[in-house]
């Protein structure tokens, strides 16, 4: 009895203590499902605030809206991330969904020339792009 009682206690401790960091950010329709999406980012990046980069990508919390490849803690941008920052390059929508669908095709248009580029991932569902856009535009907001 009385451990069945602690128990039942303790999840509803620990469901309260999910919902506490939970509430801060809701995410709805495209950006739910872009949450959802951004799973296939998770091997490489993290898209908790607070948290440093890890050395494999990135932390793209803040990365919407953000000045190509100039996330502080992260110190192993590409020589084409690198040139694109120069040119002023910003993760808008349009570049956001083109990058993430093609990083090395991207890079190149905007850089004029094909350059050594670190990410060698590609997503080449396009309706799935358009929502892990719009996750990283919610999750930007959420703060
Ligand atoms: C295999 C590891 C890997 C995976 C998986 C991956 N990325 Fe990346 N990503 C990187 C690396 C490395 C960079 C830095 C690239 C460079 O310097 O050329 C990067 C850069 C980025 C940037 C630019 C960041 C900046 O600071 O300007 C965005 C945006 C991004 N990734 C989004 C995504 C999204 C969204 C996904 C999932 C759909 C994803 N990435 C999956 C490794 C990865």
Redo the contacts with the bound molecule.
């Keep these: 009895m009385f451990s069945k009682t602690l128990v039942a206690g303790l999840a509803l401790a620990m469901a309260f203590a999910g919902s506490a960091s939970a509430a801060q950010c809701k995410f709805e329709g495209d950006a739910a499902a872009g949450k959802t999406?951004?799973n296939?980012?998770k091997?490489?990046?993290l898209f908790d605030a607070g948290k440093p980069s890890r050395p494999?990508?990135?932390n793209?919390s803040a990365?919407y809206g953000?000045k190509?490849?100039?996330?502080a803690d992260?110190k192993?941008?590409?020589d084409?991330?690198q040139a694109a920052a120069g040119k002023g390059v910003t993760?808008d929508d349009a570049n956001?969904a083109a990058?993430?669908a093609d990083?090395k095709a991207f890079?190149a248009s905007v850089n004029g020339s094909e350059m050594k580029?670190?990410?060698?991932?590609q997503?080449k569902d396009e309706a799935k792009v358009a929502k892990?856009v719009a996750y990283?535009k919610a999750l930007k907001d959420c703060k």
Excluded: D, E, Q, R
Excluded at 117 to 121: D, E, N, T, Y
């Design positions: 999406a951004a296939a980012c091997g490489c990046h494999t990508g990135p793209l990365i953000s190509a490849g100039t996330v992260f192993k941008y590409s084409a991330m993760w956001l990058y993430i990083p890079l580029h670190g990410m060698m991932f997503l892990v990283l």
